[in-house]
């Protein structure tokens, strides 16, 4: 199975602040990566898919990039709404798998 | 709208079985690929289990293999999960998800269902 590290486990930020998650894959998956936002209490939200797409309705300040085994997730100037923790997927191959999880919260 | 609601969990003794639903509307049912992706408590995400539109393709995380099934009527617009040989450590909210297209998993969620297994 199709090992994902995220970086860093969690982060305290500002609003404003620009913000950057890394995701790794443990072989190369081409662009086949999503990124999810998990509220506490609610079920995740798609952000970002293959890599770089944004999902109809997700405000423009979230942004993806990468390809094959390094990907990152920008938010480009954190909102109150923002805070929350941020999950990678890989969808190239079963088992789909998630990283750990990213969260994001107030400094 | 496009609604997914889970249905089915509780409390259940190691060893036992549950079965959870998940009613979908406001899609066209019949043509999506639908997950199963579950969450133990103050845990990360974990898919469980994908079946294809016609149910022709079906996969399962290791974890579950064996134990699980997954199953859908597309005539009643519902997706399934029969959860045999419960264990403790499968005690984790379940939310079914839907798969847009090849590439854009999980763009719809349920509200997900708590399944605890507990003696």
């Known amino acids: 199975a199709i090992q994902m590290t995220q970086s860093p486990s969690s982060l305290s930020a500002s609003v404003g602040d620009r913000v950057t998650i890394t995701c790794r894959a443990s072989q190369g998956i081409r662009n086949a990566l999503g990124w999810y936002q998990q509220k506490p209490g609610k079920a995740p939200n798609l952000l970002i898919y293959?890599?770089?797409s944004l999902q109809s309705g997700v405000p423009s300040r979230f942004s993806g990039s990468g390809s094959g085994t390094d990907f990152t997730l920008t938010i480009s100037g954190l909102h109150p709404e923002d805070f929350a923790t941020y999950y990678c997927?890989?969808?190239?191959?079963?088992?789909?798998?998630f990283g750990p999880g990213t969260k994001v919260d107030i400094k | 709208e496009v609604q997914l609601v889970e249905s089915g969990g509780g409390l259940v003794k190691p060893g036992g079985s549950l079965r959870l639903s998940c009613a979908a509307s406001?899609?066209?049912?019949?043509?999506?690929?639908l997950n199963w992706v579950r969450q133990a408590p103050g845990k990360g995400l974990e898919w469980v289990s994908s079946i294809s539109s016609g149910s022709t393709y079906i996969y399962y995380a290791d974890s579950v293999k064996g134990r699980f099934t997954i199953s859908r009527d597309n005539a009643k617009n519902s997706l399934y999960l029969q959860m045999n040989s419960l264990r403790v450590e499968d005690t984790a909210v379940y939310y079914c998800?839907?798969?847009?297209?090849?590439?854009?998993?999980?763009?719809?969620w349920g509200q997900g269902t708590l399944v605890t297994v507990s003696s």
């Open positions: 293959a890599a770089s």
């Open positions: 998800a839907r798969d847009l297209v090849a590439g854009i998993p999980f763009d719809y």
């Open positions: 406001g899609f066209i049912f019949s043509s999506y690929t």
């Open positions: 997927l890989q969808d190239y191959n079963y088992p789909r798998t």
